[in-house]
């Protein structure tokens, strides 16, 4: 079995990397089929790795590193592999961060992967999402002094100005002809590179800040909400609305000629009842001689 030339680094998904080495090592010798590797790691099913691939199901730690060694990978690959793996299959966003810290720890990773952390990175920090929005205000200055004073949780200039530099260092701000500094592209469209954890830590962030700003004053502030009894198709049409209302609000602002301040809307629909399906799945009904179905 010849060494992969794929380079693992490069991918942020394990399943996609196990597609891929299963296919060069067909292309290398046919019998390296997936049924040869079902035989080797003698797993139950034939279709065992290509449910995994397909998401269907998950890769345990300790046949991730069976499956590394059987695919012919070095150390250091059979490792970065199971980054990929605990990465891939990390239930909360602490999980889902701890893994990331981990892959960040390689430098190609860091490398190749420059533009899509550069963008959790922006996420994560509530001071570079507000400061890149500050851009667009009519009066804005790049004074770390002057914008300290005007962002709620009082940063220090010294944080505004490390927080500037790498908003251009990012490109996320960049300075116009006059030497102003500006935003390239009007909004910051989330990459998918890194799945679900910029957008995660995003509204963890901002849901955070919302809660503080209850104590806020109220005629600076709107608070509101409700609950419902309502059916999937009910959800779907509730969804719809929201990503209309969305688009009605930021043609409201791309059309507000005099912009002096910046607010966060924050939308959070969420279940606070189990549906029946999910019900049925956490406590199937136990077959006629009594043991589970």
Do not use: C, W
Not at 56 to 78: F, M, N, P, S, Y
Not at 138 to 154: I, M, N, T
Not at 181 to 206: A, C, F, I, T, W
């Amino acid at each position: 079995m010849k060494q992969t030339k794929l380079e693992i680094s490069e991918y942020t998904d394990f399943r996609r990397f196990l597609a891929d080495r299963l296919d060069e090592l067909k292309r290398q010798d046919p019998k390296y089929s997936m049924q040869y590797f079902t035989q080797r790691l003698e797993l139950g099913s034939r279709n065992y790795l290509r449910m995994i691939i397909n998401g269907q199901r998950k890769l345990t730690e300790r046949l991730a590193g069976r499956l590394g060694a059987a695919l012919g990978l070095d150390v250091q690959q059979q490792e970065f592999f199971l980054r990929l793996v605990r990465f891939a299959q990390a239930g909360s966003t602490a999980e889902k961060n701890e893994a990331l810290a981990d892959l960040r720890k390689n430098r190609r990773f860091l490398r190749v992967h420059r533009l899509a952390l550069d963008h959790l990175d922006y996420l994560a920090d509530p001071l570079l999402v507000a400061l890149r929005e500050m851009a667009a205000l009519d009066d804005f200055s790049a004074d770390p002094v002057r914008l300290a004073k005007q962002l709620k949780g009082r940063p220090s200039a010294r944080q505004v100005a490390a927080g500037l530099k790498r908003l251009v260092k990012m490109g996320i701000l960049i300075q116009d002809p006059n030497g102003r500094l500006v935003q390239p592209h009007r909004h910051q469209e989330s990459g998918d590179q890194l799945g679900s954890v910029p957008l995660r830590l995003y509204h963890k962030n901002m849901l955070e800040l919302a809660a503080k700003a209850i104590d806020d004053d109220p005629t600076v502030r709107h608070l509101t909400g409700i609950t419902l009894s309502i059916s999937e198709e009910g959800y779907r049409k509730a969804l719809g609305h929201l990503s209309n209302f969305l688009a009605e609000l930021r043609r409201v602002a791309q059309e507000d000629p005099s912009p002096d301040r910046v607010y966060h809307l924050e939308l959070a629909l969420y279940p606070m009842t189990v549906v029946e399906q999910e019900k049925r799945k956490a406590n199937p009904r136990p077959d006629k001689k009594g043991g589970r179905s």
